[in-house]
């Protein structure tokens, strides 16, 4: 069966001592935010080889890989149907979109969120009324609330700033560090196709913005000004 075989290509490729690093990298110990998460130990590169050579999957055979406990069945998974999304028509787009959201459950990790809500979530809204956003940035699941922000890159790709800061003004409270991290990444993916926007929103918000957002939203700002948002002279 072909999920057997995408099961055991996978096992074949694994390796216990990246394993272990993986485990350590990914803070799967109690009450980190990984917690219980298994790898196999595969890196990203193999994992999107096999990924094209599995393009043929099924939805019920995806919704078996996105069930297992390891952590690159499901990321594997998830590249087939980001790959399945590039070449798929407008009715095969949306029903990778609503398996998306109707497995969020299972994108329990921030690179399965990274590597994947862009490219099919946030294609999907490009065009699209985007309120399943909002509804996401509000959830008590830090990984909805990630695919939130996150998905919004699609949209600063095309220079289309306003859902980004309005999501990011939503999570400017939320005690999460990853949550903290993303926002501040995509504030200076902004930055970086128009400056002036982003600052308008740092200067209204900077002093108050959890240190981590400030420190990755201004990363690549000039010393002596990243040095003035820092200590709270701007």
């Known amino acids: 069966m072909p999920y057997k075989q995408f099961s055991a290509e996978l096992r074949k490729a694994a390796s216990k001592e990246t394993a272990s690093i993986l485990q350590r990298f990914f803070k799967t110990g109690k009450g980190e935010y990984g917690e219980g998460d298994k790898f196999l130990g595969i890196k990203v590169p193999q994992i999107r080889k096999i990924a094209k050579r599995n393009n043929d999957l099924t939805f019920t055979e995806i919704q078996k890989a996105l069930k297992s406990k390891f952590h690159e069945e499901r990321l594997c998974a998830l590249l087939i149907l980001v790959n399945k999304y590039s070449t798929g028509d407008e009715k095969t787009k949306e029903k990778i979109t609503n398996f998306y959201l109707a497995n969020t459950k299972f994108i329990n990790n921030w690179d399965l969120v990274d590597l994947t809500a862009p490219k099919i979530l946030g294609k999907y809204l490009l065009n699209r009324d985007r309120e399943i956003l909002y509804t996401l940035s509000i959830s008590e699941s830090l990984w909805e609330r990630r695919i939130s922000i996150l998905s919004t890159f699609e949209f600063i790709r095309e ?73 709270g002279r701007k």
């Open 159 to 231: 220079k289309q700033f306003q859902d980004s800061l309005k999501i990011a003004k939503i999570l400017l409270n939320d005690e999460h560090d990853l949550i903290h991290k993303a926002v501040g990444w995509m504030l200076r993916e902004i930055g970086k196709r128009d400056l002036e926007t982003e600052e308008k929103f740092l200067m209204k918000h900077y002093k108050t913005m959890p240190r981590t957002m400030l420190r990755y939203a201004i990363e690549k700002f000039p010393e002596k000004k990243r040095l003035a948002y820092l200590e």
